[in-house]
Nanobody
Framework: QVQLVESGGGLVQAGGSLRLSCAASGGTFTSYRAAWFRQAPGKEREFVSS????????NYADSVRGRFTISRDNVKKTVSLQMNRLKPEDTAVYYC??????????????WGQGTQVTVSS
């Protein structure tokens, strides 16, 4: 099974950019869809973006569409989230997640430990 480790979080001013990375190990990386979720203090975890195994298809939450871009490199076994025009409401712990392609319920069973993103106004 796959293990995930996020990096790239930090403190940035509103309007700035950050790039999150998720490094995968174990398992066959192309057997998994990948996604980013986030959880702000006092709020439930929410979906941010997902990408299929090949990188040919992606989805975004309405709140980030046009500002965030998800990508993956199946050779390097990484998934990235480029975040531009950041807003204070983007402040959260960001989690990388993976789910098997053959899971018809499209669940995500593998999670990283999370990386903090803080956007100051």
């Amino acid at each position: 099974q796959v293990q995930l480790v996020e990096s790239g979080g930090g403190l940035v001013q509103a309007g700035g950019s950050l790039r999150l990375s998720c490094a995968a190990s174990g398992g066959t990386f192309t057997s998994y869809r990948a996604a980013w979720f986030r959880q702000a203090p006092g709020k439930e975890r929410e979906f941010v973006s997902s990408i299929n195994w090949s990188g040919s298809s992606s989805n975004y939450a309405d709140s980030v569409r046009g500002r965030f871009t998800i990508s993956r490199d199946n050779v390097k076994k990484t998934v990235s989230l480029q975040m531009n025009r950041l807003k204070p409401e983007d402040t959260a712990v960001y989690y990388c997640a993976a789910g098997r392609n053959d899971d018809l319920r499209n669940t995500y069973n593998y999670w990283g430990q999370g990386t903090q993103v803080t956007v100051s106004s």
